[in-house]
Nanobody, 120 residues
Framework: QVQLVESGGGLVQPGGSLRLSCAAS????????MGWYRQPPGKQRELVAG???????NYADYVKGRFTISRDNAKTTVYLQMNSLKPEDTAVYYC??????????????WGQGTQVTVSS
């Protein structure tokens, strides 16, 4: 009952910027946490950034100072502003919605992914 659709990926030169968007629809709870993960070629998926319902954020160390996560006022769309991009940022970026069901169970929803390529 949750659908996540990413957009905004593409090809950019080193040092450039991109802004990713993730539109959430369906059964969305105000307490859900949303964020971005990425999967570089040949590597495992990793957390990039997350944002909680109250606006609290967390970032992977390698993107602090370069990337910014935010949500719109209705909390239906999450953004990832990516500046000073490096070739090692090249990956498929996935939108994630994380929902706590109880004290020991949770559920994750994923978008289809959007390709970000940083190259000259």
């Amino acid at each position: 009952q949750v659908q996540l659709v990413e957009s905004g990926g593409g090809l950019v030169q080193p040092g450039g910027s991109l802004r990713l968007s993730c539109a959430a629809s369906g059964r969305i709870f105000s307490s859900d946490t949303m964020g971005w993960y990425r999967q570089p070629p040949g590597k495992q998926r990793e957390l990039v950034a997350g944002i909680r319902y109250d606006g609290n954020t967390n970032y992977a160390d390698y993107v602090k100072g370069r990337f910014t996560i935010s949500r719109d006022n209705a909390k239906t769309t999450v953004y990832l502003q990516m500046n000073s991009l490096k070739p090692e940022d090249t990956a498929v970026y996935y939108c994630n919605l994380h929902r706590v069901l109880d004290s020991v169970h949770n559920r994750d929803y994923w978008g289809q992914g959007t390709q970000v390529t940083v190259s000259s």
